[in-house]
């Protein structure tokens, strides 16, 4: 089975800390997804990663920005945080540009105070 | 934009009848569709797909359904059971994108 592991799964921070939200998974996959989700507003994305060192900014990348230095791991960073990224923060991998599933993990819950 | 939207927000069903659940797509040009179920706390897991070259996919309990006329995705889940209970939400990509266009979701609710 494939398996993405996010880092925590609930995370408290204060506003203007830098945060770092890391995955991993472990099936080889080229590609990498960060979403955020929000009651009512469903999945948004983040950024996207199709390759190592590889990434495309999503529908909402501002705030924040990725970091793909080995193929296994993609981490979100958040460069100043602020309370509007208080959200469920859900990381994603996929074989390739190939239409297939994404796999998820099991999301962190980061709550900006 | 084009988006995936969902028709009922909640849904109860009595445990052991059938489930529908539906989703509309606007993009015509979809050709791949996807159910996932994210119980509460959870990830999205994947549950079933199928391809626009296709109407119909069996898994296990469950049924994806696919109309390209009206651009109508459902998925249908047998004698449903109290572990069933979760947000189901569908997804498409459109060919030459690598996005996946996510419905906000149904919540289905069991009742014992």
């Known amino acids: 089975d494939v398996k993405v592991t996010q880092s925590s799964r609930y995370l408290v921070k204060r506003t203007g800390e830098k945060v770092f939200l890391e995955c991993v998974q472990d099936?080889?996959?080229?590609?990498m997804f960060w979403y955020r989700q929000d009651p009512g507003l469903g999945l948004r994305l983040i950024y996207f990663?199709?390759?190592?060192?590889?990434?495309e900014k999503g529908d909402i990348p501002e705030g924040y920005s990725v970091s793909r230095e080995k193929k296994e791991r993609f981490s979100l960073i958040l460069e100043s945080a602020s309370t509007n990224q208080t959200s469920m923060y859900l990381c994603?991998?996929?074989?390739?540009?190939?239409?297939?599933?994404?796999?998820f993990g099991q999301g962190t819950r980061l709550t900006v105070v | 934009g084009e988006s995936v939207g969902l028709h009922l927000p909640t849904l109860s069903v009595q445990e052991g009848d059938n489930s529908i659940i539906n989703c509309a797509y606007s993009?015509?040009?979809?050709?791949?569709f996807i159910w996932y179920k994210q119980e509460s706390g959870k990830g999205p897991q994947f549950i079933i797909d199928?391809?626009?070259?296709?109407d119909k996919r069996q898994g296990q309990r469950v049924t994806v359904l696919l109309n390209k006329t009206v651009k109508h995705l459902s998925l249908q889940i047998a004698a449903t059971q109290p572990g069933d209970s979760a947000v189901y939400f569908c997804?498409?990509?459109?060919?030459?994108?690598?996005?996946?266009?996510f419905g906000t979701g149904t919540r289905l609710k069991v009742l014992a």
């Open positions: 099936m080889d996959h080229e590609n």
């Open positions: 993009n015509s040009a979809s050709d791949y």
């Open positions: 199928i391809r626009s070259n296709m």
């Open positions: 997804a498409e990509i459109t060919p030459g994108t690598y996005k996946y266009i």
């Open positions: 990663s199709y390759d190592v060192k590889m990434k």
């Open positions: 994603a991998s996929r074989i390739d540009r190939i239409n297939t599933e994404a796999f």
